[in-house]
């Protein structure tokens, strides 16, 4: 079954708060998932419990 959108049917939804709200909400979301999940990657047994950031070995020369 064919529906006939409106031409400007893009420009409706760009002038709607709701949906600009809705869309940066689910994109954050969206971010936030693929951050944990690379975090995940890294670190499968979870963050070093003493991790200061700091390794001797970039002080070798």
């Not at 693929?34 to 700091?54: C, F, K, S, V, W």
Request: with cysteine.
């Amino acid at each position: 079954m064919l529906q006939q959108f409106s031409q400007n049917w893009q420009a409706v939804l760009a002038a709607d708060p709701g949906y600009a709200a809705w869309m940066l909400k689910d994109e954050e979301e969206r971010m936030a998932a693929i951050l944990a999940e690379e975090e995940a990657r890294h670190h499968p047994y979870g963050p070093a419990e003493n991790d200061t950031g700091y390794c001797w070995e970039a002080t070798r020369q």
